[in-house]
């Protein structure tokens, strides 16, 4: 491997599958590179992908931990066995997790996929958080011990489904805005709100928050308990 590498402003192309490869090298940074097809990066900790790289393909991280992957644009974003790790402020086709730790994922954008925007298997202890999901088949599913994760702030419009949970407990869902042909689903034991508060507004610019807004909800919230 090799470390400390900064790679800025190249352009990566290749007839092969994949356009970069890196392996075993830990504190790399990769700022404003156009990687025309796939790029592979294993076991290479504390990686900084920023700045508007743009991967015509699927990106695929696994075995890495303390990622700093934002402000870019990727096809497919794998990522597979990660820790601490932040995805943030990307735009993305779509977002494929299989065991993520005590990280963030926020403020990315996934519209007009005919997919699943965000595939999330193993997502623990994690905040997931201000991201838009538009136009898909299903925005987000949390499944296979997807467990303690806050999700809230994310705006969830025009999907088939909304957001899916399966097989999964002890997620806090709330302050979201669910319009979809099928708002939620859940076969677990989570909780669909939080404290009451009328310090800040909700994300549909009311008063106070505390639950989620459903385009298929016409009652009055007024923070009751009955």
Do not use: H
């Not at 494929?96 to 298997?121: C, K, P």
């Not at 499944?143 to 994310?154: L, P, V, W």
Request: charged content about 10%; glycine content about 8%; hydrophobic content about 30%.
């Amino acid at each position: 491997g090799s470390n400390n590498n900064l790679f800025k402003n190249n352009t990566f192309n290749s007839t092969s599958i994949l356009s970069l490869e890196i392996n075993d090298s830990d504190d790399i940074n990769l700022t404003g590179n156009m990687i025309f097809r796939n790029a592979s990066i294993y076991n290479s900790d504390d990686l900084i992908f920023n700045e508007l790289n743009n991967v015509g393909g699927s990106l695929e991280v696994s075995s890495s931990n303390n990622l700093f992957v934002d402000s870019n644009v990727i096809g497919e974003f794998i990522i597979t066995t990660t820790t601490s790790s932040n995805v943030t402020n990307n735009t993305l086709d779509q977002l494929n997790v299989n065991t993520f730790t005590s990280g963030r994922i926020n403020s990315n954008t996934v519209v007009n996929q005919n997919d699943t925007g965000f595939n999330l298997s193993g997502v623990s202890s994690s905040s997931i958080f201000s991201n838009d999901i538009q136009n898909t088949t299903l925005a987000i599913i949390l499944r296979s011990s997807s467990n303690t994760n806050t999700i809230y702030d994310n705006w969830i419009k025009d999907n088939a489904i909304g957001l899916n949970i399966t097989s999964s407990t002890g997620n806090s869902i709330y302050n979201n805005y669910f319009s979809n042909t099928k708002n939620v689903d859940d076969d677990g034991s989570n909780t669909w709100n939080t404290d009451y508060s009328c310090n800040i507004p909700n994300i549909v610019g009311g008063p106070c928050k505390g639950g989620n807004f459903y385009s298929n909800y016409y009652g009055l919230d007024n923070g009751a308990s009955s």
